[in-house]
């Protein structure tokens, strides 16, 4: 099960990235476009359109990987003082508390996008269907959802010495057991 998730939050992250690199990319033309209209070029029409949309599916697609390896923001203060024990508790309901926060933030996508699906709202330059872009951030955050689960059965598990993967900022890659000192 773990090497799924893994694969399907990697594979999640790399789409994610790839969006944000041709996003880069056609930005730059843009703005050469710009830039350079006395020479007969112009801007790519729609580029905002499409920014805010590659970006809405970008940031979603990065949210697996990044709780999947513990790469989001950790404040440890407390954790070298604290028990692997307490430590182990306190990692299960962060990730009780991801996983209700990643499904909210999913089923409000999903409402949102049924919303603008119905009105039939268009973009106005490409005249694209805005609902796609809740779409694309939908199955992001689908995503998110299914790794913030795994997340969280295996704190609740307490199978956590995994965690020296990612670690977040400050952790030095390890976990809030090895932190405590009670980890491998």
């Keep these: 099960m773990r090497t799924a998730v893994e ?10 990235g790839l969006v944000l690199l041709a996003l880069v990319a056609m930005v730059c033309i843009s703005i050469a476009g710009r830039a350079l209209t006395g020479l007969g070029l112009r801007p790519i029409p729609g580029d905002y359109e499409l920014v805010e949309v590659g970006i809405g599916f970008a940031v979603f697609a990065a949210l697996p990987w990044c709780h999947l390896k513990r790469a989001h923001a950790a404040v440890d203060l407390l954790a070298p003082a604290l028990g ?12 009780l508390l991801v996983l209700a926060i990643a499904l909210l933030i999913a089923w409000r996508l999903a409402l949102g996008m049924l919303d603008k699906k119905s ?3 268009t973009t106005l330059i490409l005249g694209f ?32 010495a995994d965690r020296g993967a990612g670690g977040g ?3 030095g890659g390890r976990g809030a057991a090895d932190r405590a000192g009670g980890g491998a």
Aim: aromatic content about 12%; charged content about 15%; proline content about 2%.
């Design 169 to 171: 900022p400050g952790s």
């Design 7 to 16: 694969r399907l939050a990697a594979w999640t992250a790399l789409a994610g």
């Design 119 to 121: 009105y039939l709202e």
């Design 84 to 95: 692997a024990r307490t430590n182990r508790v306190i990692d299960a309901l962060i990730d």
């Design 129 to 160: 269907e805005t609902w796609l872009g809740y779409a694309f951030a939908l199955a992001g955050a689908t995503v998110f959802c299914i790794v913030a689960l795994w997340r969280a059965a295996e704190s609740l598990l307490g199978r956590t």
